[in-house]
């Protein structure tokens, strides 16, 4: 990714978290049974480019920034919805035209795995589910006056949108399909939340964004979040077995001086770390492989 290729993100601040500042999402892996359909659908109705494609793998995206990988594992079972796991990948587009023109893409050619929308004070957000059953996400942030640097306890509204509306509203039909997206944030189910703060929180060192009990965000930088972590199917889930559905979660951290002081906050705290001298990878309490590199290939 170009170092100017996402300037309409919000740009980091400094917050208290032991994770940098410019921490970011990279790439989601989906393990998926058809990956010619799995890729069909997102690349058609979702509105990604294939990027890359060879042998059981394809990666999608926008322009030079990949977003999703998606790798064919036809033998494994169906992923648990009460397990933990994913419960959606995240797309985040620049302005509201480019997320209607994905908005509309999807009902044209998807609207059955339509979800709903919601206008979550910090985002405006739609929701639909792939052919096998993953959780997405596209949304538009709305500006960071709006939500950042709130106080403590400090919860954002929910309001459902009216899809009709807001397309009538956003969408711009001349507007071709070309605009940057990436991943915005990832949202994961998994077994308790103290577990989870400990090990995101305590460990990783991301900030505590919003806190409503059931769910935990958290993020780097001062942004709304970059993880979800929640229950609400999954409350007493155990470890993860071998399933279709997540594969792993990916995150850039600027240089590799902090990515090796995570490594030391992981061992640390008696996490099993494996350190291929640039990536570091390691598994939460439910088993999801977290991938950890630092940016650019001389970092």
Aim: aromatic fraction near 8%.
């Amino acid at each position: 990714m170009s170092s100017s290729a996402l300037d309409w993100r919000p740009a980091p601040i400094h917050t208290a978290g032991a994770a940098a500042d410019a921490t970011r999402m990279d790439t989601v892996e989906l393990l998926v049974g058809d990956l010619d359909a799995q890729t069909e659908f997102y690349r058609r109705a979702v509105t990604l480019d294939v990027l890359d494609q060879s042998g059981a793998r394809a990666t999608l995206g926008r322009g030079d920034t990949p977003i999703l990988t998606l790798t064919h594992t036809p033998d494994l079972p169906p992923f648990d919805r009460h397990g933990a796991g994913l419960y959606h990948t995240a797309i985040a587009f620049p302005d509201r035209a480019a997320l209607s023109a994905a908005v509309v893409s999807m009902a044209r050619h998807a609207g059955e795995t339509y979800e709903g929308a919601t206008d979550h004070t910090f985002s405006n957000a739609f929701y639909f589910h792939d052919p096998e059953g993953n959780g997405i996400e596209l949304y538009w942030d709305l500006p960071v006056d709006v939500w950042q640097n709130k106080p403590a306890g400090w919860m954002p509204s929910n309001t459902a949108i009216d899809p009709n509306a807001f397309l009538r509203d956003h969408f711009d039909p001349s507007r071709d399909t070309t605009d940057e997206a990436t991943i915005g944030h990832v949202h994961l189910q998994v077994g308790d939340i103290p577990s989870a703060r400990r090990f995101y929180v305590d460990m990783l060192g991301f900030d505590v964004s919003i806190d409503i009990g059931s769910a935990l965000f958290i993020s780097a930088g001062g942004y709304h979040h970059h993880i979800g972590l929640n229950t609400w199917h999954s409350a007493g889930a155990g470890p993860r077995a071998a399933s279709l559905g997540l594969g792993d979660v990916r995150l850039r951290m600027p240089d590799r001086s902090d990515v090796l002081a995570l490594a030391d906050r992981a061992r640390h705290h008696a996490i099993d770390v494996q350190d291929d001298g640039l990536s570091l990878r390691l598994r939460d309490p439910w088993g999801t492989l977290l991938t950890v590199t630092p940016e650019g290939p001389d970092a």
